[in-house]
């Protein structure tokens, strides 16, 4: 079946530490986003990618850093200097079905990072 | 700038119908809806566009006003399924196809 895998599922992290988090599709899509998910703040974009090797900030970016290297796979670590960094964060994949809309997102489950 | 939903929260008793609204101080390109329910990944509900076109589930109906910048998602005769999170998104930039911003979310419990 296809759909987007995220790993690992929990993560603990002591202050300092960089860590990265997993995200693999196969459902052949171009476009691939992070968010986090913040309890009542709803979800916010942290990077996106419409092409492999190419990717772009979203409104929330700093402390955070990813790569495109192939189309299935789109990683985001969380560096040190992202200052609160405790959070649940979805990737997602969609098809490029308009060259103007976001297409419908297909969500992982999700990574949940806590910072001890 | 992030879309207002309304209400924050809503109780139905199974049956009822709920109405979830989503406005922007910005125009609108287009407005998505996904459900997440506890625990779980947001899963896709509809997307509607500027003039009219629609894509989704059949079962879900939805409402685009552009002059208003707003959006509305009817849920008829709720299931216990249809509790959840209810999320609205819309384009950052106005039809950039680089992502979405959503709201904070309208909570939606259902009682038998």
């Known amino acids: 079946d296809g759909g987007i895998t995220q790993s690992p599922k929990y993560l603990f992290r002591k202050e300092g530490q960089n860590v990265t988090l997993s995200c693999e599709q196969n459902l052949n899509h171009d476009a691939m986003y992070w968010y986090r998910q913040d309890p009542g703040q709803g979800l916010r974009l942290i990077y996106y990618?419409?092409?492999?090797?190419?990717?772009q900030k979203g409104d929330i970016a700093e402390g955070y850093s990813v790569s495109r290297e192939k189309k299935e796979s789109f990683p985001l670590t969380v560096t040190s200097a992202q200052k609160n960094p405790t959070a649940f964060y979805l990737c997602?994949?969609?098809?490029?079905?308009?060259?103007?809309?976001?297409?419908?997102?297909?969500f992982g489950e999700g990574s949940r990072l806590t910072v001890l | 700038q992030q879309p207002v939903q309304s209400p924050q929260a809503v109780i139905l008793r199974e049956g009822e119908d709920a109405v979830i609204n989503c406005s922007s101080s910005?125009?609108?390109?287009?407005v998505h809806w996904y459900r997440q329910k506890h625990g779980e990944a947001p899963v896709f509900l509809m997307i509607l566009l500027k003039g009219g076109e629609q894509k989704g589930h059949e079962k879900i109906s939805a409402s685009f006003n552009e002059k208003k910048q707003q959006s509305s998602l009817y849920l008829t005769a709720s299931q216990l399924s249809y509790s959840g999170t209810y999320f609205c998104g819309t384009e950052r930039s106005g039809g950039g196809a680089d992502g979405l911003t959503f709201g904070k979310g309208t909570h939606l419990i259902i009682q038998p």
């Open positions: 990618s419409q092409i492999v090797n190419d990717f």
């Open positions: 997602a994949s969609s098809i490029r079905w308009r060259p103007r809309d976001t297409g419908e997102l297909f």
């Open positions: 910005k125009a609108l390109y287009s």
